[in-house]
């Protein structure tokens, strides 16, 4: 990495800058109770400095423009908009509570992250709430990076300071392009067709509502998460490593199995159904190596019969090879493809 000064920014000549094709699926899909965005939470310990971590905030969003500008419409085209008002932070002293609401981002009138920082005398929670439009999973860790590295750099008490990754203008620029045109993928015209005649012609089940919960209960419950136990991490990772899969290839057996058992256990003839499980993927190239923070991201989808899932080590298998020939191949641009030739 090269050390670099903590205020460079990239040119405001980009701006306004066109929103890509994926950009705008994301901003499209933003919903107000499903609203497109995700949220990262770091926990710190010891002294905190506000003034300090404000400061450092700003100049990390200086490094990082799509996460401090606004979507506005240009002669009918949509296009980021650098916004000219301070970024606040949010700052709480409970550290428990943070309401659904403040989980929306209104691109239109807010930027592409919100920050809150929350404090009890045991450490400081910071809450960042991202845009999918504004940023992917790996810009947001390298936003977070800049900020974290910033404020070491201006409370460092000695020479060891970190260092900060180099952006470019000309990376922010080619975030749209689906490769590299000097390693342009393998394509298949076959895979095309398959791809388009699975889309077009499996029409995939929904899940079953419970036979005896109400409706009251089903929102309530709408959403439900689960933390691996480091332990549980372990076992599947070793598991992955026995079979020469990828541990996603079994946590995505798992979501299939788990779709299916539970259409049968309501009465449903899964065996007939068909499933259809949408993945977002990276587009990320070695061009994309000095990118600000953006998201570079496709879908893939994966088509199933019910007749074809089961429990088992073949299954994992199956469905490892066919993960392998999208993400190796353009199939995984496909979804972006099509996004492209229908908005002409």
């Known amino acids: 990495m090269n050390k670099i000064q903590a205020g460079q920014t990239i040119s405001p000549d980009c701006f306004?800058?066109?929103?890509?094709?994926?950009?705008?699926?994301?901003?499209?899909?933003?919903?107000?109770?499903?609203?497109?965005?995700?949220?990262?939470?770091?926990?710190?310990?010891?002294?905190?400095?506000?003034?300090?971590?404000?400061?450092?905030?700003?100049?990390?969003?200086?490094?990082?423009?799509?996460?401090?500008?606004?979507?506005?419409?240009?002669?009918?085209?949509?296009?980021?908009?650098?916004?000219?008002?301070?970024?606040?932070?949010?700052?709480?002293?409970?550290?428990?509570?943070?309401?659904?609401?403040?989980?929306?981002?209104?691109?239109?009138?807010?930027?592409?992250?919100?920050?809150?920082?929350?404090?009890?005398?045991?450490?400081?929670?910071?809450?960042?709430?991202?845009?999918?439009?504004?940023?992917d999973g790996i810009g947001a860790i390298r936003f977070i990076g800049d900020v974290l590295g910033i404020y070491g750099i201006q409370t460092a008490e000695n020479d060891e300071v970190p260092e900060l990754h180099s952006l470019s203008n000309e990376a922010l620029l080619a975030r749209g392009q689906l490769?590299?045109?000097?390693?342009?993928?393998?394509?298949?015209?076959k895979r095309t067709l398959r791809h388009m005649l699975e889309f077009s012609t499996c029409f995939p089940a929904s899940i079953a509502k419970p036979k005896t919960a109400s409706e009251n209960s089903l929102r309530e419950h709408f959403f439900v998460s689960r933390q691996l136990n480091r332990k549980l991490h372990s076992r599947l990772k070793n598991r992955a490593h026995q079979l020469g899969v990828h541990p996603n290839d079994i946590y995505l057996s798992c979501y299939f199995f788990t779709m299916k058992a539970w259409n049968q256990a309501q009465g449903r003839k899964a065996e007939r159904e068909s499933y259809r499980v949408l993945i977002p993927t990276s587009l990320r190239t070695s061009q994309h190596d000095q990118l600000s923070a953006a998201n570079v991201l496709s879908m893939i989808l994966i088509h199933l019969t019910g007749s074809k899932i089961e429990n088992s080590t073949h299954f994992i298998l199956n469905l490892h090879r066919r993960m392998s020939q999208i993400l190796n191949t353009a199939d995984s641009r496909f979804l972006v493809r099509v996004l492209q030739i229908a908005s002409r």
Not at 44 to 56: H, I, V
Not at 96 to 109: F, G, K, V, Y
Not at 179 to 189: E, I, M
């Open 179 to 189: 490769w590299d045109q000097a390693s342009v993928p393998d394509r298949s015209w």
């Open 16 to 135: 306004p800058l066109p929103l890509t094709t994926f950009e705008k699926f994301m901003f499209a899909d933003d919903r107000p109770g499903y609203p497109m965005t995700f949220v990262i939470e770091i926990r710190l310990s010891g002294d905190f400095r506000f003034e300090e971590f404000s400061s450092a905030c700003s100049s990390a969003l200086a490094r990082h423009p799509l996460l401090c500008s606004h979507v506005s419409r240009i002669r009918g085209k949509l296009y980021w908009t650098k916004s000219h008002r301070p970024h606040d932070i949010e700052r709480d002293l409970d550290i428990d509570s943070l309401p659904a609401s403040w989980q929306e981002i209104d691109l239109t009138t807010e930027t592409g992250v919100k920050l809150r920082v929350s404090e009890d005398d045991q450490e400081t929670l910071v809450t960042f709430v991202f845009h999918h439009a504004a940023t």
